[in-house]
Antibody
Framework: EVKLVESGGTLMQPDESLRLSCVASGFDVSYDYMSWVRQAPGKGLEWVSILYGGDKTHFAYYADSVRGRFTISRDNSKNSLYLQIDRLRVEDTALYYC???????????????WGQGTLVTVSS | TVVTQEPSFSVSPGGTVTLTCGLKSDSVSNSHYASWYQQTPGQRPRTLIYNTKSRSPGVPDRFSGFILGNKAALTITGAQADDECDYYCALYMGNGIVLFGGGTKLTV
């Protein structure tokens, strides 16, 4: 079965750091484009970051709201994607989704497969 | 919000509704590779449409995507009760960046 399972979300205080994990099954994350998308409680979806796959695995991009504090990475040996979040802010409170993505000029740029999400709450 | 969607929309059961996805200061074209996602409360998003008009596997042909004037659009025909949920569009802005619209809450 092709699926994504996120973990690592918890209650944190402002300025702390946290790493979210996403384990993939049924496909190889080393070749795929992988993203994080978040959703604040009662709000809409917000793209956070993309890590390229294929022969561009060193390319990563971030939303303006998180650049400089978030770092996306992957561990091919564990078939996993990660999101390191530093200097947490109250506004980072959200459900964080891992998504298998397509970034292809022929097929388009979209999120094809979603995990169930992991909740990060930032509060003092 | 750079990507604009109607905050809410209502359709009668069996009816047809078109949701739109625009840009505040530009026209949406095929080069924005519009995608559409459906989300019911408490559930993960479901991908409906990608690359403006391609349906994801398993998505019924009641859902169709296209460019309508200067916006991307999602039409739902034969609206059903379980179509009542939130719909999000996303546009590729270049340089690896994708932006979501604020979402449309559809009432059937």
């Amino acid at each position: 079965e092709v699926k994504l399972v996120e973990s690592g979300g918890t209650l944190m205080q402002p300025d702390e750091s946290l790493r979210l994990s996403c384990v993939a099954s049924g496909f190889d994350v080393s070749y795929d484009y992988m993203s994080w998308v978040r959703q604040a409680p009662g709000k809409g979806l917000e793209w956070v970051s993309i890590l390229y796959g294929g022969d561009k695995t060193h390319f990563a991009y971030y939303a303006d709201s998180v650049r400089g504090r978030f770092t996306i990475s992957r561990d091919n040996s564990k078939n996993s994607l990660y999101l390191q979040i530093d200097r947490l802010r109250v506004e980072d409170t959200a459900l964080y989704y891992c998504a298998r993505s397509s970034y292809d000029i022929r097929l388009g740029y979209y999120f094809a497969l979603w995990g169930q999400g992991t909740l990060v709450t930032v509060s003092s | 919000t750079v990507v604009t969607q109607e905050p809410s929309f209502s359709v009668s059961p069996g009816g047809t509704v078109t949701l739109t996805c625009g840009l505040k200061s530009d026209s949406v074209s095929n080069s924005h590779y519009a995608s559409w996602y459906q989300q019911t409360p408490g559930q993960r998003p479901r991908t409906l449409i990608y690359n403006t008009k391609s349906r994801s596997p398993g998505v019924p042909d009641r859902f169709s995507g296209f460019i309508l004037g200067n916006k991307a659009a999602l039409t739902i025909t034969g609206a059903q009760a379980d179509d009542e949920c939130d719909y999000y569009c996303a546009l590729y802005m270049g340089n690896g960046i994708v932006l979501f619209g604020g979402g449309t809450k559809l009432t059937v």
